[in-house]
């Protein structure tokens, strides 16, 4: 990163950093923010976006596609079962709030402290919080989880806890975490909260084990849940503890209200809405714009025994598309990139496929400020102006945008497939004899890897587009298992597959984007990016001294990403779309994070 545009960031921020600071009191405190001070003060009795006094009973029933073959989804190997890496099971030193940005929680900690330069952190522990077994967690098991997680953990665990220089329990209850500062000066002010949400560990449990395998003995935790049956291949079961240690506390009121939450397992999509329909599970998340549309016209619904909710939110919907495996030949080339995106027909598969539902993704943080949209204004421009050199000339003369058809079909594409075959020759292609073919006579085919049934209809479609440039193109649908072990080894040409931010981006898009995570095994670089300002600003991001600093810099971000070329984008809802049976209930409010199953609780029908 470039020390020179670093210190720019610094010399503007510093007055915004200082008043960021004040807005924050030193000491002990019982949550965080990201930027300036947490939405919820001291001596709260619960989140706004709960029902604090909503029962407790029932089973809640998932039916659920896939396989699992590990309890332990803190480690690369295997397929950990739904349910295992959820709060309710393993938790971390603080709670996140689903109604704000970034801020976070006690949960195990008691209080949290850090100083304005966020150069540490400091938790107290509660003196109450018990394992499952009854026994205290203690500062030496925050110790043993950072020790552990950062030496065989997955790898943005590796790479966040390798940051801390320092790990001290000077009592039983308090652990005190020491950061370097950055080579550019400062600290990373997003590191305390990173600790923050850390899972926490037994170390006289694991001690003994080997971590890095994958396990079906169900592992000691501290939450509301345990793991209580399963049945390979078929189900898995978490049954609610009633004399769980945290169970008054502010963060957890009116979540966990169900005594047993099951996942039961089908072979495909298509047979859990089944299961759903025939009263087998009790809530159903539906991705499919036509089963939406179509799909829940039975009985039941005609009887309104079962309702259809879409539930607005205003959290960034995952960026997914056709990823570019740039390791590869041929997609090396930002013009064969870019020519093979102009193939894709979305308003024509939109409306023929989907009824119109969706809205294209044109961005990497959809439905959210922190989209790129028209030109770079003054504070983007100084962020990208160090890196002109390396970034296409249009990125700062042109809004981002993807290319448009009027949906008619083939008719309508062939504006895009014309430009996108001035872009193969400029890259060194030809035609010969039907055939796209480089100038070593390699033809243009490669395979898409889907992890679906369901996503096969909109590659096929891809891939017949792709045939009138004499592009070859295989679609091949694995296996849950064989699809996880080929992405951790970037063992594809073009995945359809996605990354997920939240409204506070931040060490996470190094991992995701950055050039160190590129060949890490098991890390969510999967398009590998290897590019000096898509480092940089990645690595800016948890230096941002406020929002509006931090919406600056991710929209840089973004239009870097964007004008790479390094995915196909797909498109959005902008909603969640629930089906749920009339026994299931939840509160009226809905947090900008939008769905979320763990406040609603069973009952009567109304």
């Given amino acids: 990163m470039p020390r020179s545009w670093i210190s720019r960031l610094c010399l503007g921020g510093g007055l915004l950093f200082g008043l960021a600071g004040a807005a924050w009191a030193e000491g002990p405190a019982h949550g965080i923010a990201m930027h300036g001070a947490p939405k919820y003060a001291a001596g709260f009795q619960a989140f706004e976006y709960v029902n604090p006094e909503a029962p407790k009973g029932g089973v809640l029933r998932w039916a659920v596609t896939g396989s699992f073959d590990s309890f332990n989804p803190f480690i690369v190997r295997g397929r950990p079962a739904p349910g295992a890496g959820a709060a309710d099971v393993f938790e971390s030193l603080m709670a996140r709030a689903q109604d704000e940005p970034f801020s976070l929680y006690g949960l195990i900690a008691e209080t949290i402290e850090t100083p304005p330069d966020r150069s540490w952190v400091e938790f107290k522990l509660r003196p109450e919080a018990r394992w499952h077994d009854g026994t205290a967690i203690t500062a030496a098991d925050i110790v043993f989880s950072w020790e552990t997680l950062r030496t065989h953990g997955r790898p943005n665990h590796r790479a966040y806890y390798g940051r801390v220089t320092k790990a001290e329990a000077p009592d039983p209850r308090t652990v005190r975490f020491s950061f370097a500062p950055l080579p550019e000066g400062g600290y990373d002010r997003e590191l305390p909260l990173i600790l923050g949400l850390m899972p926490v560990l037994p170390a006289a449990w694991w001690r003994g084990r080997d971590f890095e395998a994958t396990i079906l003995e169900p592992p000691l935790g501290s939450g509301p849940y345990r793991i209580a049956a399963l049945q390979a291949g078929r189900s898995v079961e978490y049954r609610r503890l009633p004399d769980y240690w945290g169970r008054d506390l502010p963060v957890r009121r009116g979540t966990g209200n169900a005594d047993v939450v099951r996942y039961d397992f089908y072979r495909d999509d298509g047979v859990a809405l089944e299961a759903f329909k025939a009263g087998n599970a009790d809530l159903r998340r539906e991705l499919d714009p036509t089963r939406w549309a179509t799909g829940y016209d039975f009985p039941a619904a ?88 390396e970034l296409p000339p249009e990125l700062f003369t042109r809004p981002p945008a993807l290319p448009e058809t009027d949906g008619s079909g083939p008719a309508g594409l062939r504006a895009n497939l014309l430009t996108a075959q001035g872009l193969l020759r400029e890259a060194g292609w030809r035609v010969v004899d039907g055939a796209l073919v480089d100038a070593g006579d390699r033809a243009f085919a490669f395979e898409i890897l889907l992890s679906s049934p369901t996503e096969e209809k909109i590659a096929l479609e891809f891939a017949r587009a792709l045939t009138r440039l004499g592009i070859v193109a295989r679609v091949r649908t694995v296996d849950s298992a064989q699809f996880q072990g080929r992405l951790d080894a970037f063992d594809f040409d073009i995945v359809l597959h996605q990354w997920l931010s939240t409204l506070s981006p931040g060490n996470e898009q190094a991992i995701f984007f950055g050039s160190a995570a590129a060949e890490l095994t098991g890390g969510r670089n999967y398009a590998g990016v290897r590019s000096t300002a898509v480092d940089a600003l990645a690595n800016s991001l948890g230096q941002a001294p406020d929002r509006a600093a931090l919406v600056a810099r991710v929209r840089a971000l973004d239009r870097v990403l964007i004008w790479g070329h390094y995915t196909v984008p797909l498109f959005y809802l902008g909603e969640d779309r629930v089906a ?21 609780w069973l009952g009567a029908c109304r």
Wanted: aromatic fraction near 16%; include cysteine.
């Fill in 302 to 389: 005609r009887e309104g025994r079962v309702r259809q909710e879409a539930l607005v939110h205003g959290r960034p919907e995952p960026m997914r598309g056709f990823i570019f495996n740039t390791r590869r030949w041929p997609f090396q080339d930002r013009r064969v990139r870019q020519a093979l995106g102009l193939a894709f027909d979305f308003a024509w598969i939109n409306r023929s496929l989907y009824h119109g539902a969706f809205k294209r993704s044109a961005s990497y943080y959809p439905n959210s400020e922190l989209a790129a949209t028209g030109l770079p204004g003054p504070e983007e421009t100084a962020l990208l102006e160090p890196f002109r050199a």
């Fill in 580 to 600: 749920s049976w009339c026994w299931m209930h939840r509160p009226a409010a809905v947090p900008v994070y939008g769905f979320l199953p763990d406040v609603w």
